[in-house]
T-cell receptor
Framework: AQKVTQAQTEISVVEKEDVTLDCVYE???????LFWYKQPPSGELVFLIR??????QNEISGRYSWNFQKSTSSFNFTITASQVVDSAVYFC????????????FGTGTRLQVFP | EPEVTQTPSHQVTQMGQEVILRCVPI?????FYWYRQILGQKVEFLVS????????KSEIFDDQFSVERPDGSNFTLKIRSTKLEDSAMYFC??????????FGEGSRLTVL
């Protein structure tokens, strides 16, 4: 069965701190996709990244970076030098090859960045 | 400009009433999706719609729910007789060429 676990319910940091959001997934498929979405207080879901299971290279996009490790079934997300605008709920999600657009979401991690 | 526009942004309805939520993608796509998020909880898949037919649906998507594309552009989710537990944010989504799933801004449904 597929499952996404985001063990951190809520994280609070002070601006400029680095913060890592954990994501652990379970799947029997060898081909799958991992996603991160940001949900700011306004409620929309903002796409951040999609990574397929064959690409284990870490990705960096500005202050955001992602660490994909198949050996530990983890896809962690790090925000460097956090800003107040980063305050949001962040969701990790998984989809499998058979239905790549049917996402299974984790329960989300609420990040609060204080000035 | 959002790639997917949803209306209404918020609807309040009485239990037992019918509700129609609408989604208008900016560009032509064949695949559409509806997801639901009960307040404070995770996002859940409801249904996928391909070429004017349901391709997959979840256990949540029971007989009270239906989807259609009535005029070739709007994509609607209908809840026939709303229940209190239908109160949630409903997201329409489409897939970009890169396989990225883009969500609309959501329609918040409140059932009283």
């Amino acid at each position: 069965a597929q499952k996404v676990t985001q063990a951190q319910t809520e994280i609070s940091v002070v601006e400029k701190e680095d913060v890592t959001l954990d994501c652990v997934y379970e799947t029997r498929d060898t081909t799958y996709y991992l996603f991160w979405y940001k949900q700011p207080p306004s409620g929309e879901l903002v796409f951040l990244i999609r990574r397929n299971s064959f690409d284990e290279q870490n990705e960096i996009s500005g202050r955001y970076s992602w660490n994909f490790q198949k050996s530990t079934s983890s896809f962690n997300f790090t925000i460097t030098a956090s800003q107040v605008v980063d305050s949001a709920v962040y969701f990790c999600a998984l989809s499998e090859a058979e239905n790549t657009d049917k996402l299974i979401f984790g329960t989300g991690t609420r990040l609060q960045v204080f000035p | 400009e959002p790639e997917v526009t949803q209306t209404p942004s918020h609807q309040v309805t009485q239990m037992g009433q019918e509700v129609i939520l609408r989604c208008v993608p900016i560009s032509n796509h064949l695949y559409f999706y509806w997801y639901r998020q009960i307040l404070g909880q995770k996002v859940e898949f409801l249904v996928s719609f391909y070429n004017n037919e349901i391709s997959e649906k979840s256990e949540i998507f029971d007989d009270q729910f239906s989807v259609e594309r009535p005029d070739g552009s709007n994509f609607t989710l209908k809840i026939r007789s709303t229940k209190l537990e239908d109160s949630a944010m409903y997201f329409c989504a489409k897939v970009d060429r890169g396989g990225e799933l883009f969500f609309g801004e959501g329609s918040r449904l409140t059932v009283l």
